[in-house]
C-alpha cells in the first residue's frame, strides 16, 4: 500500500471516530477504571501532564486506523461486514491476548483486563466501520 496514496480523509476520521468513542467509553466507565488502577481522579491529573495521554490515544488511533487501512487493502475486504469482522478478530484475536498477557504479569486486576480490552475491540471495530464507510 502506499500511504502517501491512502485515504487520510477516511484514516483521520476513523482515528478521531476512535478517540470520541474512548473518551465517552472511559466516562462511562471511569470510577470503574479508576477502581482498577487504584488511583483517584485527583492523583492522575497531579501526576502526569495531562496533554501527553490523550495525544499518545490520538497518535494511536491514528496508527491503528493506518494500520487497519493496510489490512483492508491486502485482504480484499469488500462489504461492511467484512470490515467488521476483521476489526474485531484483530481485537479480540491478537490484541487483547497481549494486552491480558502483560495485565497478568503485572498483576493487574481483571476488571481492567476487561475494561481496556473492550475499548480495544469496540474501538477497533469503529475505526473499521469508519475506514470502510468513508472509502
Keep these: 500500500m502506499d500511504f502517501v496514496q491512502a485515504n487520510w480523509l477516511a484514516i483521520t476520521g476513523a482515528a478521531l471516530a476512535a ?8 466516562a462511562l466507565l471511569g470510577d470503574l477504571w479508576l477502581s482498577a488502577i487504584e488511583r483517584t481522579e485527583r492523583q492522575l491529573q ?3 501532564s495531562p ?8 497518535i494511536s488511533a ?8 493496510w489490512l483492508f487493502e491486502i485482504t480484499g475486504v469488500t462489504s461492511l461486514l467484512d ?7 484483530l481485537g479480540l484475536l491478537i490484541v487483547s491476548p497481549w494486552i491480558i498477557t502483560h495485565y ?12 481496556d480490552c473492550g475499548h480495544t ?6 475505526i ?5 464507510l468513508l472509502r
Excluded at 83 to 89: D, K, M, Q, R, V
Excluded at 108 to 115: E, K, Q, S
Design 19 to 26: 478517540y470520541v468513542f474512548g473518551a465517552l467509553w472511559y
Design 46 to 48: 497531579t501526576q502526569t
Design 51 to 58: 496533554v501527553i495521554p490523550f495525544l499518545t490515544a490520538l
Design 62 to 69: 491514528l496508527i491503528s486506523a493506518a494500520g487497519l487501512t
Design 83 to 89: 470490515a467488521l469482522t476483521l476489526a474485531s478478530a
Design 104 to 115: 497478568g504479569f503485572s498483576e493487574r486486576p481483571v476488571l481492567l483486563w476487561c475494561i
Design 121 to 126: 475491540i469496540l474501538s477497533l471495530i469503529c
Design 128 to 132: 473499521g466501520a469508519v475506514l470502510f
